[in-house]
């Protein structure tokens, strides 16, 4: 059965400390995609990124940096020089076998101090 | 744009009573769901549907009915509702046929049941 695990529930940092969220998924399938969105205190959710099974690549976007790693089945996310304005809670979220809807974890919230 | 709404984005109800949230896309995407999310348990799927007339249960359905008369449209309902279907509802939709599509999510109803 596919299960992601979001160990950190809550995460604490001053402004401009890197950071990481991890993400452990579980999946019987070969195929599969893995997710992370968003959700500042404003309540929407927000798309980050899209991650697919065959693509061991690390992805960088400005200050967000994803490390997917199959060996073992992680999927974790960086924020570099963080920001007041990172402050959200996290979800990851794995789609597996393509008939069946997105797993989320529990989330991870994400305060970032001034 | 295209965009999916929810409505009422509040709404307070007595125990017992029937209350049904309304979901609509015009991303003409062939697949919606329901997730609620509370404190402590991320986001949850509460039912699913891959197009017109079909319905699918998720992790928590108990309660709760969906029905899919068209594209655009997946409400909600709760059947009597109870204390402990107080909750944030979110409406998602996806396109495509295959796995691995971004869920595009609607801005939440606060739901509050005394």
Known sequence: ?114 | DAEITQSPRHKITETGRQVTLACHQTWNHNNMFWYRQDLGHGLRLIHYSYGVQDTNKGEVSDGYSVSRSNTEDLPLTLESAASSQTSVYFCASSGGLAGGNEQFFGPGTRLTVL
């Open chain 1, 1 to 114: 059965a596919q299960k992601v695990t979001q160990a950190q529930t809550e995460i604490s940092v001053v402004e401009k400390e890197d950071v990481t969220l991890d993400c452990v998924y579980e999946t019987r399938d070969t195929t599969y995609y893995l997710f992370w969105y968003k959700q500042p205190p404003s309540g929407e959710l927000v798309f980050l990124i899209r991650r697919n099974s065959f693509d061991e690549q690390n992805e960088i976007s400005g200050r967000y940096s994803w490390n997917f790693q199959k060996s073992t089945s992680s999927f974790n996310f960086t924020i570099t020089a963080s920001q007041v304005v990172d402050s959200a809670v996290y979800f990851c979220a794995l789609d597996d076998s393509g008939n069946t809807p997105l797993v989320f974890g529990k989330g991870t919230r994400l305060s970032v101090i001034a």
